[in-house]
Structures are given as structure tokens and as C-alpha cells.
């Protein structure tokens, strides 16, 4: 293991995080990195400044759930592609934690850390470097500030799989307006009830009223079957969704709510939405709101698991993993 500051410079270009596809993206079949999440998400001018920045990544396989990975940190400064440091630059709204341009993978002062872990435990404290620090305190606050990235690289018998996420960096914040943080779910509950984090949930398989049943078509044998399907609904404290100083178009200054993106995974069955989301300004509210549906398996397991990720549009997230025990 190492550990180094990283002066590299890059260009930011468009990535994908996983190097292959997969027939749904809810569906998680083989070795996937679902999400990072940085800790803070936005670093600002006049913010006490912690002395490290704590990543960790969302990394599966229901094939080998408990395997050790090999895996590579590294963390590197970036060209500002946002145009400057003023307050909303970052990751796009919902498109995951690849937007940029890998680091340079033959500058050693990029690496951070590697070796062999399992999947819980892929998280890393990422040193700030001295020349931020320096710009966050400068007096001259139209300078712009140096933007930070993280990298993730894991192993997988389909190729390298990475993961790329940028720490927003705000030279001047706008009056009132806080460093932005992750968002976080309250809990889930499945058919309205609480579904805990340990143990797995207890569900009897197939055992669920007609009208709670869907027809969907097999995958092996191409038939029609009837299988239950369970409402899933997070619970959001009101406050996560916070509010930030944007801009209209033409430039004028608006104050703007985040609007929470979820998206939802499962090992074992499948997802009636994928996607789901808090309504736009001026959107009617959607009578299912955050919540989707997981459909059961057409055939029996003892374990279906799943994952759901919560991000804010600003560089935000977090998860939250649920299993459910099939009798």
C-alpha cells in the first residue's frame, strides 16, 4: 500500500464507470460498481476544512457477495469544465459518479492506495492537497479554485471496472448558503412495512393476494407466469432535499430545491421502475413518489438482495442495502 499527494493536471472528458453492458440496469447479475460517494461532496472558501476527504464505493457480485477484489485508489486534480468554482459545479443531476476523464494512470503521485479487500470495505481517506487549501484561504476570491477527483478501479473477470467521482470546489459560496452534503434515506419499508437492515426481511414466496400478482415472461423458458410484486418506499426526512443558489438561463440568480434521484437494484427478480424521482417545478407530485415495485423470482431463492442509491444532483449521494429471506 501507498499513500501520496497527486499534483497530476487532466483534462475532463465523459466516461462510463463499468466497461460492459447488462440486458437491465437494475438487474445485477455479475460484478458492478452501483455508486461512490465522497464525504464531504462540496468543499468552499470560509468552510473549515477537514484534513482528509473519506470515499467509498457500492461494488456487488451476487455470484462471490464475501470475495476479496483487487482495487486501485487514485485522486487527482482536473481542468474545471464547469467554467469556474461558483457554486453548483459537479457531477450531473442522476447520471451516476463517471463524468470525467480518468486519472493518469502512469503518474505514480496519482495513487493512492491498492491491494485486496472485500467489497465492504473499499473506502479511503483522501488527502486534501496543500495548493487547495491555499486557494479556499486566498482573499482573491475570483480566482478558481483547483478541482479534486476520485478513482476507483476494481478487478472483474469481464475487465477493469471504474469509477470516477468529482469533489465539487466553491471558491465563494452565495450569502446563507452552506456546503452541500450527502443526502441520506431514513429507511425503507416493503408493503408498508419496516424493512430493517439486519436481519433479512422474511417474506413467504408466492404468497400474496390476486391483485397483488403480475404477469411477466420468464427468462428460461420464454412463458408467461404470475408472480407477486411488493411496494417499496423510502423514507425521507423532508430536510435532505436542500436548497441552493442556481441560475435561469439568461444568467439571473434562482433559488432552487434539489431534487432526489433513486435508483434501485436487485440481484433476484426485477424492478417495476428503475428510476424514480421527486417531481420537477411545476410537475404534478407522481402518486407513487420514490417508491417502485420488486417483482418476486420466478423460481424460489433463499436470499434476494437489494440496492438503492440516492443522489441530489450536486454531487450527492448514498445507499442503502435491503435483504429479503424467500420461504
Known sequence: MRSTL???????????????????SSQVKDRRILAMQVD????????????????????????????EVDYEWRACMIADV??????GGGIGGGGGSSTYARCDESDPSTLIESGSKVFADLAIEVPIP???????ASPDKAA????????????SDAGDLYATKK?????????????????????????????????????AYGACASD????????????????????????????????????????TPELRRERLRLQWFTDQGSLKDGNTSQPDVGEP?????????????????????????VRDGRGGESWLTRRAALQ
Open 6 to 24: 497527486f499534483p497530476a493536471l487532466i483534462p475532463a472528458l465523459s466516461i462510463a464507470a463499468c466497461g460492459f453492458s447488462f440486458d437491465q
Open 40 to 67: 464531504p461532496p462540496e468543499l468552499a472558501g470560509g468552510m473549515t476544512l477537514p484534513p482528509t476527504i473519506a470515499a467509498k464505493a457500492l461494488v456487488v457480485d451476487p455470484r462471490t457477495p464475501d470475495a
Open 82 to 87: 464547469a467554467g469556474g468554482g461558483g457554486g
Open 130 to 136: 496543500g495548493a487547495l487549501v491555499e486557494a479556499l
Open 144 to 155: 478558481v479554485a483547483p478541482q479534486i477527483q476520485v478513482q476507483l478501479r476494481v478487478a
Open 167 to 203: 469533489i465539487t470546489v466553491t471558491s465563494v459560496l452565495p450569502d446563507g448558503q452552506s456546503p452541500n452534503t450527502n443526502p441520506e434515506l431514513t429507511s425503507l419499508t416493503l408493503d408498508d412495512i419496516d424493512w430493517p437492515a439486519d436481519p433479512a426481511l422474511t417474506l
Open 212 to 251: 397483488a400478482q403480475v404477469e411477466i415472461t420468464d427468462s428460461t423458458s420464454h412463458k408467461q407466469v404470475r408472480v407477486c410484486e411488493h411496494k417499496v418506499t423510502p423514507i425521507v426526512d423532508d430536510a435532505q432535499s436542500e436548497y441552493y443558489a442556481g441560475f435561469l438561463g439568461d444568467g
Open 285 to 309: 407530485p407522481d402518486p407513487n413518489g420514490l417508491s417502485t415495485k420488486w417483482r418476486e423470482p420466478t423460481t424460489k431463492v433463499d436470499i434476494a438482495t437489494l440496492w438503492v442509491v
